[in-house]
């Protein structure tokens, strides 16, 4: 059985107060009304990241992550965070590649590749983000998009580290425009990155990778997209500024 995580990213939102106060409500009313095995991950600002992980001492079905991670151990990188540095505050995950993060500053195939093992290394949980953008899916291009980022990414990881790794889905042209990929184009790229690792490893590897979906996704629309066969959950963006919407989504595993 796959885990089902639901994990949010709350982007460059929130300051410090603001940001503990919504973990706090989160934590609380997952405690109250989650009923069933699923994982909710906040992925916060660096600058929360060690206060939610002493706030969500206790609470299993909470866990804590980063938004990125530098590939290097340690050095002269001014304004940057270590994968080692995240290990440390107790957080549990990284998102790694988000869009965002390929547009604004640059970050390619092959750095998320170094990435990927540097956080894998320090024994974090990379979030890996593939998607492609709506000029790629306009011109067709998307099966292969998704396929070179994958191969370039983190194919070259050991079926082993394979299956430490989360993946993310992320249409570019739904992540935070309101239009959600329908459940069938999203179904239909869960099972083609599905078999891609089937290819690549196996088949009892592919089975066991969780693959979430994001862009738009919201307490409306995410029991639909969570019912697809190769639909393991979500990353949740401006959602997951809502305790209340974040929770909804969530409990679509209840
Ligand atoms: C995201 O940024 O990963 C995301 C999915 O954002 P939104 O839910 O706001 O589209």
Same mark, same amino acid.
């Given at each position: 059985?796959?885990?089902k995580?639901v994990?949010?990213n709350?982007?460059?939102?929130l300051?410090y107060n603001?940001?503990?106060a919504l973990f706090?409500e989160i934590?609380?009313?997952?405690?109250?009304?989650i009923t069933g095995?699923q994982?909710?991950v906040?992925?916060s600002?660096f600058?929360?990241?060690?206060s939610l992980v002493?706030?969500?001492?206790?609470y299993?079905?909470v866990a804590?992550g980063?938004?990125?991670?530098?590939?290097a151990e340690?050095?002269a990188?001014?304004?940057?965070?270590?994968a080692?540095?995240?290990k440390?505050t107790g /957080?549990a995950?990284?998102?790694? #590649?988000h +869009?965002?993060r390929r547009?604004?500053?640059?970050e390619t195939? *092959?750095?998320?590749?170094?990435?990927?093992d540097?956080?894998l290394?320090?024994?974090?949980t990379?979030?890996?983000?593939?998607?492609?953008t709506?000029q790629e899916?306009e011109?067709?291009?998307?099966?292969?998009?998704?396929?070179t980022?994958l191969?370039?990414?983190?194919?070259?990881?050991?079926?082993e580290d394979f299956?430490?790794l989360v993946i993310?889905?992320e249409?570019?042209w739904?992540?935070?425009?309101g239009v959600?990929?329908?459940?069938a184009?999203?179904q239909?790229?869960?099972?083609?990155i599905?078999?891609?690792?089937?290819a690549?490893?196996?088949?009892a590897v592919?089975? /066991?990778?969780t693959?979430?979906y #994001?862009g +738009?996704?919201?307490?409306?629309?995410?029991?639909e997209l969570f *019912?697809?066969a190769?639909?393991d959950?979500?990353?949740?963006?401006g959602?997951?500024?809502?305790?209340?919407d974040?929770?909804d989504?969530?409990?679509t595993?209840?």
């Amino acid at each position: 059985m796959r885990k089902k995580i639901v994990a949010g990213n709350w982007k460059m939102n929130l300051d410090y107060n603001e940001g503990l106060a919504l973990f706090s409500e989160i934590i609380n009313m997952v405690n109250d009304e989650i009923t069933g095995t699923q994982q909710a991950v906040i992925c916060s600002p660096f600058i929360h990241i060690h206060s939610l992980v002493q706030l969500a001492k206790g609470y299993h079905k909470v866990a804590v992550g980063a938004q990125n991670a530098h590939q290097a151990e340690s050095g002269a990188y001014t304004g940057e965070i270590s994968a080692k540095m995240i290990k440390s505050t107790g /957080a549990a995950y990284v998102i790694l #590649g988000h +869009s965002e993060r390929r547009q604004y500053f640059g970050e390619t195939n *092959a750095l998320l590749a170094q990435k990927t093992d540097t956080v894998l290394k320090h024994d974090l949980t990379p979030i890996f983000c593939i998607g492609e953008t709506l000029q790629e899916r306009e011109a067709e291009t998307h099966f292969d998009v998704i396929k070179t980022q994958l191969v370039e990414g983190i194919f070259h990881l050991s079926a082993e580290d394979f299956g430490k790794l989360v993946i993310a889905y992320e249409p570019v042209w739904a992540i935070g425009t309101g239009v959600t990929a329908t459940s069938a184009q999203a179904q239909e790229i869960h099972d083609f990155i599905r078999k891609e690792i089937a290819a690549k490893y196996n088949q009892a590897v592919a089975d /066991a990778t969780t693959i979430l979906y #994001g862009g +738009s996704c919201n307490p409306k629309n995410a029991a639909e997209l969570f *019912a697809q066969a190769d639909i393991d959950g979500g990353l949740i963006g401006g959602a997951s500024l809502k305790s209340r919407d974040f929770l909804d989504i969530v409990k679509t595993f209840n």
